[in-house]
């Protein structure tokens, strides 16, 4: 079974992934707990440590835990029964860091609203909760049958460390699963969504060794993937192409520098992505 | 549903036609094929009997007469709610500069009115979609220069511009695969929401619902809008993907959309895409790219 | 006018607005109206009492109108049904006709063109009444 955390705010984007994560617990064994961190500016804390600072903080906890409590029961039809939200006062990465690493959770859930803009994408992934992450991230961005999933792959790196964090979640589940490589399109170049089979060369080559890796990866897991892809275009068309599957699971390559086009994808992608770190 | 597909005779109107009974093989709406013959000088003492002459002849009449004739065409072989044409195709006056060609004979679910005005175009199709209480108009227009009409440059946008009802200008014919909806936080109505879910099951495209925000600004009121929508969608079951754009960055995200097919825009007398958009941008978009322009009212 | 001689109309939309807007339209025609917004509601309703018009969605959450439909001139052929749907294809207009439906009205509509609709349909049944 999964140990899940989900962070929750009262807005759309927490809405979102909650919706989300009640349709993968159809799928997935998973056990969610519902997190909210009520973030204060340390200057409105009320000075002191006694009664008007407990008053004060039971107050505000009473107050996030009823908005939640809202969103939670919005959706109360269609999801599985859930333990009680954990409220929490303070920095919400310190505190999901804290909570990710006390009760070692399989899983971080958090909504962010699908945006035109990448940037509010490379701010997250550069923030501190991303950059010391105890455990995989899925990131939904939209609300999406999570049945069809994809790993994607543009380096033999990658391969590993994400197939052995998805198989390890998603044992034994209904999910089936495509296998995709993505390759930068070079000016003058044809845009390429093709099985591997149908490849051209030598994109084939070097997209039969990494997909072999995956297959053979996944192979010793019990998996089969229902097709193996090869896309080579822009990281905003193979965005929009990944956005047929309800869930695509990705290796976050830390030194996101040296790989900026798989970055670029990933902040493109509007469908739910699991980002699995080494 | 009542449809209104102003025409003129060129090759734009044609894809209009043909888009129109697509959605009517779906809708079996009311439709009228109308046309505006420009108004031209008439100063001899029978003016009144040579206007007639001359509205009832010429390229238009003809354009109307084969555009119905391609209009049911769309039907053959398979039911038609339609009355068949009329074996005598001639445009008689029903009032005072109203031309009308008799129905078909034969029993008919629906209407299908071929009408004919004088006068200036886009005046005369504004007025006939106000009285006739059309839910929806649609319109040709020549993509390759600059989406205008052929002797009235600028009908379409003064049609989008201008017109109480839903206005979808035709740009040519080509797939839709994604219908992108840009949001509009003042008022999202009723009829708007229902012509975008005739356009998402005709075309079977995915559907996205744009949230347009202004920094920090608008996040609270455009994300409860959107929550609505959502909900309304997925107690349907259809999932759009939602998007959220920096007003700043309408006109570029406007730009890479436009390749999806069809762009649909909500665009109510408070709308903030009518802020974001000022009339020369709308003018500018319906203008610019090959996709569809849904405005949405 | 009292409730008797009224004609009798039923509506069942899942939509709470389209009722809001459709209800007090129909009443201050003349008509006696009852709206549902659920089907098995408005199935219920069918059950106990005539109607002489229906007027009913067709995608509805947790219900097929067709179904309903097909209920209605089940139980009760004389009655006349408008189908108005925001998912109109072209199968479901053919379909709701073979079914045997007054009339297919596709979402938009102005309220004229349904009141219209409804008068057409009330006066087959004065002719049927009179035939």
Redesign the interface.
Known sequence: MINALISLNA??AS??AF?YSCRLMKFVDMRLQAMHVEEVAKDEFPPGSGWVRSTWEKGLLQAAQEEIAQLINAEKPHCAPMDNTIIRIGNREDELLRELEENRYDLLLEGA?????AQHFHKKIHSKLYKYMPCPILLIK????PSQAALIVGDIEDVHPLVATFTRLFEKTQIKLDLVFFSDKPAGQAEIRTRLSEAPHPLQQRAAQVLDAARGALAGHGWTPQDSWVVQNKP?KIGEML?DYGLVGAYLPSAASRKHFAMDLLSRI?TATLLCKP | MKILVAVDQYDYSRHAVDEVAKLAANTWANITLFGVQPKRAVGTRRAAELKIVQATDGPLPEALFTLHREFLSYFDGRECPYAPANAHEKLTEVHKGVFELAEGSGAARKKLTIRMRIGNPANEILSEAKEEESDLIVLGCDHTNASGWENAASVPRKIAGSALCSVLVVKKKRDVQRIVCCLDHDRISQPSLEMINQMVTLHKAPLTIV?LTDHQALK?EV??K??KI?RYY?ARQI?P??????IS?LES?IA?ETRWGLLALWMGKQSILTKALPRSKVNQLIKGGDASVLILR | MTNAVKTRILVLDDEPIVLKRLGPALEKAGYFVEVFSRGAEASGRFQQENFDIVITDLKMEGLDGMQFLTQVKERSPRTEVIVITGFATMDTAKESYQKGVFDFLAKPFKLGEILETVKKAEQKIQQNQTA
């Open positions: 807005d759309l809405s979102i919706r609203l699908n945006a035109f803009d939209n609300l999406v049958d905003q956005g509007p | 949230g609270t994300e409860k959107m929550d959502l997925h999932d993907w939602i998007e959220l754009v920096e960055a995200f890479r």
